[in-house]
């Protein structure tokens, strides 16, 4: 068979240029539309392209059943008139008059598909567009305003971005799930919880020996759930979070998750807590005119060598004890802890990025961002599968942690020990 066109590379749009402007006949009236105002651009291209579209299918068509021979059968397959189709485009579905071919003998099985049409419709790249637009928080319910209206194009519907979303989502929440670690050197490993709405979820962020941040895993469930944390731990296990491996854990105020730590990595592996939280939770405690002032003197502690500033604390828990019991007792409670960085003798351009877990909440933000829609979590697995992509897409302007220059003090401070076996089971 003749051929009847020729592949020509998506950048290099010369050779199509000089066509359309030698042959380009058909397109005259439509230029003059558009320099007398009458006809916007965005249209002229729904036209043109939908054309351009037809005419692949028009070709591919031919491509199975031969050319068009008017008042001839046709051969083994043969033209069945036209019908109505849709296509994927990057962000929309276009309607088209599409080919229909059916083999001659005709009866059940006779249609025959058009090996072009076939393609665009398993063009997955919709839904992945779509699940990128709505990670920038845009509702479904206004998709339709966002996506170019295109004239009498098929709109995509709320039900339809929403299903198109639960596949794209799902696959991202199956892909974080499954992520192999084996090859990285994870050196610390912050945790934390989120809410959304009504539900929980614990995020583990990990730092590799360059510096490289990386989202570990999620769970559904609060880090005072010491049967989710214990799963989430074991999980990274699973996955290649070498167990032996000495590192620093840098998490919230939680006691289930403290000792999940000890149960799946073992006792040896220092942890540090979240000075953000333990102000935060200290303070909460206080009436107004004195937060300030605790506040004050706990960052100026934490300043401090690990014996001094653990002293100095000490000494304000024994000032508040007798008029604010509560707040002594959250300061007390895992004061040595929160000095653990301070015992590692690690520069302050690290510690800034080690005394937290405010590693974890700045994605966090940008998450609740990508997610803000959200207003009716309706399950934990559509929670998970909001959070993992709202992650996976900030996970995407991730930077190296501050003072990476100095992170190799902290690998040497950890020494590159391995915790023996009869410790892990402990």
């Known amino acids: 068979m003749e051929q009847l066109y020729q592949i020509a590379e998506k950048k290099d749009t010369t050779d199509l240029q000089e066509f359309l402007v030698r042959e380009g006949q058909a397109l005259v009236p439509m230029v003059e539309l558009i320099e007398q105002a009458q006809m916007a651009v965005d249209e002229f291209i729904d036209v043109v392209g ?26 083994e397959v043969r033209r069945h008139g036209s019908q ?40 997955a790249s919709l839904s992945e567009k779509l699940c990128s637009i709505l990670m920038r928080g845009v509702s479904t319910r206004n998709y339709e305003g966002v996506v170019p209206e295109m004239a009498e194009t098929c709109g995509v519907s709320k039900s339809s971005v929403s299903r198109e979303f639960v596949v794209a989502s799902a696959e991202q929440l199956k892909a974080l799930c499954e992520r192999r670690f084996d090859e990285l050197d994870i050196l610390i490993i912050y945790i934390d919880g989120v809410q959304f709405g009504a539900h929980h979820v614990i995020v583990a962020l990990g ?50 998750l403290r000792k999940a730590i000890d149960a799946v990595f073992g006792s040896g592996n220092p942890v540090q807590r979240c000075r ?4 935060r ?49 959250s300061l007390l409670e895992g004061l040595e802890e929160t000095f653990t960085i301070n015992r590692l003798g690690l520069p302050p351009t690290l510690c800034r990025c080690l005394a937290s877990t405010n590693i974890v909440e700045s994605p966090t933000s940008g998450v609740r961002l990508r997610t803000g829609r959200v207003t009716n979590g309706k399950n934990g697995k559509m929670v998970l599968r909001w959070a993992a992509a709202a992650y996976l897409e900030t996970e995407k302007n991730f930077k190296r942690i501050g003072g990476y220059e100095d992170l190799w003090i902290l690998n040497a401070a950890l020494d590159e020990e391995r915790i023996p076996h009869k410790e892990l089971v402990a």
């Not at 351009?52 to 059968?73: F, I, M, N």
């Not at 100026?300 to 019991?325: C, F, M, N, T, V």
């Open 50 to 75: 939908r054309a351009t579209l037809e005419a692949v299918l028009e070709l591919s068509a031919t491509g199975v059943a031969g050319p068009r021979h008017q008042g001839k059968a046709g051969g």
């Open 84 to 123: 109505q189709g849709t296509v994927c485009l990057s962000t929309q579905k276009v309607q088209v008059n599409k080919p229909r071919l059916r083999k001659k003998a005709g009866g059940k099985g006779a249609e025959v598909g058009i090996p072009a049409y076939e393609a665009m419709q398993s063009d």
């Open 207 to 256: 730092v590799d020996s360059q510096a490289h941040k990386h989202v570990l895993g999620l769970a559904e469930g609060a880090t005072e759930n010491a049967v989710v944390a214990t799963g989430l731990l074991e999980d990274l296990v699973e996955r290649g979070v070498d167990a032996g491996r000495r590192r620093l854990f840098v998490i919230d105020g939680s006691k289930a």
């Open 276 to 279: 953000t939280h333990k102000v």
């Open 281 to 329: 939770n200290v303070v909460g405690y206080l009436p107004e005119e004195l937060k300030g002032q605790v506040k004050c003197v706990m960052r100026a502690a934490y300043r401090l060598d690990a014996d001094e500033g653990i002293a100095k604390l000490k000494h304000q828990a024994r000032w508040l004890e007798s008029e604010y019991p509560s707040a002594a007792a």
